[in-house]
């Protein structure tokens, strides 16, 4: 990982091969490696401390919750574009 400080979330893919990370002091970084660990895709810094992919593997949801303003994206996993974001007012 390129970036020092915890690591905030963790998410595996439905198939096994990928899993996506959230880490690094804040702003922190969402990276999805393969089964050996080597880079597939960056997602940036952000205010962020959740991952979540869907149970068909094909969208992630990466977000700040709790403690952290609630701003989320909703990306595609095999394309690491943006597909939507959303700020909550609570």
């Known amino acids: 990982m390129t970036k020092s400080g915890n690591i905030h979330s963790v998410s595996w893919c ?6 996506f990370v959230v880490y690094g002091t804040m702003p922190s970084k969402a990276t ?10 960056e997602f940036g810094e952000g205010a962020r401390n ?3 992919v869907n149970p068909v593997g094909n969208i992630v949801l990466i977000g700040g ?4 303003s609630p701003r989320y994206e ?13 700020w909550l007012n609570l």
């Open 14 to 19: 439905p198939n096994g091969q990928e899993f």
């Open 32 to 41: 999805m490696f393969n089964h050996k660990c080597e880079v597939v895709s």
């Open 50 to 52: 959740t991952v979540i």
């Open 65 to 68: 919750f709790g403690n952290i």
């Open 74 to 86: 909703v990306r595609s996993r095999k394309f690491p574009r943006f597909v939507s974001a959303r």
